[in-house]
């Protein structure tokens, strides 16, 4: 089965670019989508296509997929931007979410 | 506005089968485009897919759980329920469901969410 992997927890201080990967074989072939999980709320999409922000998302946050990685970068990091990311792809009419990585605004 | 809210019971036992409902507005499930998933989180683990049900009423399963997942949906009740048989421990989780915009290859994102329903398994 596909899998995505990513890096459990990421720390970034206010102000500055967090970056967040999210790897896959061949994962630039596919499509990807950010979803930003704050404690006890539910999913909310960030990015979806690789790199289209739905409405309502800063332009801080955006996306990209290469290779074998996708990567969620948000620049001027807030303290609000503190949560649990997770990528997620398709697979053989599967979808498949990564395993999350914790964003800490320090 | 496009909402979707999840219901069922809050406490199972293992063995017992589980049914879950999710409730739709802002948009019909007989819609072309318009498909429904649902998701899973254990308590501080990661997102988990189990099922989608497509405008058309194809389904796709989860392949480890393709045997105990059944979705279907009701379009004059705009609700898609998920049923999934001997429940375990490891089955306690918030369970979610999510709407997909479209059924294209560039469409499998989930642009909605519900709130969550949390399902503990015990005896």
């Known amino acids: 089965s596909y899998e995505l992997t990513q890096p459990p927890s990421v720390s970034v201080s206010p102000g500055q670019t967090a970056r967040i990967t999210c790897s896959g074989d061949?994962?630039?072939?596919?499509?990807t989508s950010w979803y930003q999980q704050r404690p006890g709320q539910s999913p909310v999409l960030v990015i979806y296509q690789d790199m289209k922000r739905p409405s309502g998302i800063p332009e801080r946050f955006s996306g990209s997929n290469f290779g074998s990685t996708a990567t969620l970068t948000i620049s001027e990091t807030q303290a609000l931007d503190e949560a649990d990311y997770y990528c997620q792809t398709w697979d053989r009419d599967t979808e498949v979410f990564g395993g999350g990585t914790k964003l800490t605004v320090l | 506005q496009v909402t979707l809210k999840e219901s069922g019971p809050v406490l199972v036992k293992p063995t017992e089968t589980l049914t879950l409902t999710c409730t739709v507005s802002?948009?019909?499930?007989?819609?072309?485009?318009?498909?429904v998933s649902w998701i899973r989180q254990p308590p501080g683990k990661a997102l988990e897919w189990l099922a989608h049900i497509f405008s058309n009423d194809e389904k796709s399963y989860a392949t480890s759980l393709k045997t105990r997942l059944s979705i279907s949906k009701d379009t004059s009740r705009s609700q898609v329920v998920l049923i999934m048989t001997n429940m375990d421990h490891v089955d306690t989780a918030t369970y979610f469901c999510?709407?997909?915009?479209?059924?294209?290859?560039?469409?499998?994102?989930?642009?909605?969410w519900g709130q969550g329903t949390r399902v503990t398994v015990s005896s």
């Open positions: 061949k994962l630039g072939d596919k499509l």
């Open positions: 802002g948009f019909s499930l007989s819609d072309a485009g318009f498909g």
């Open positions: 999510a709407r997909k915009p479209g059924e294209g290859y560039n469409d499998h994102y989930f642009d909605s």
